[in-house]
Nanobody
């Protein structure tokens, strides 16, 4: 499975951005992760097509929304009220095999559970 992310760019603080990711084949789950300069990669949110549905991590809840289109093998991350701390490379990832619900996984467990990774799309939030 190949993953193609798009939609990153430069935005001012308080602004919005929507990034997208499309998989080349069917998946069990698709998720977004991010990695800021000098920091570890962290889980942002995911969608499990049959089961949990969507899940967003607490640190961005209320500002970020994850959604998806199963028929298009695509997942989207709508980011509102962006802050400079949101600046990062945003990575799309997926599995073709079942994973536990994201609500019971740590960020590290979510990262370890992914089978496929796309190239990151850079989101830069200026102050």
């Amino acid at each position: 499975v190949q993953l193609q992310a798009s939609g990153g760019g430069l935005v001012q603080a308080g602004g919005s951005l929507r990034i997208s990711c499309t998989a080349s084949g069917r998946t069990f789950t698709m998720a977004w992760f991010r990695q800021a300069p000098g920091k570890e990669r962290e889980f942002v949110g995911g969608i499990i097509w049959s089961g949990e549905g969507t899940f967003i991590t607490d640190s961005v809840k209320g500002r970020f929304t994850i959604s998806g289109d199963k028929a298009k093998n695509s997942v989207y991350l709508q980011m509102n009220s962006l802050k400079p701390d949101d600046t990062a490379n945003y990575y799309c990832a997926a599995t073709v095999t079942p994973v536990p619900p994201y609500s019971v996984l740590t960020s590290a467990q979510a990262i370890a559970g992914m089978d496929y990774w796309g190239k990151g799309t850079l989101v830069t939030v200026s102050s």
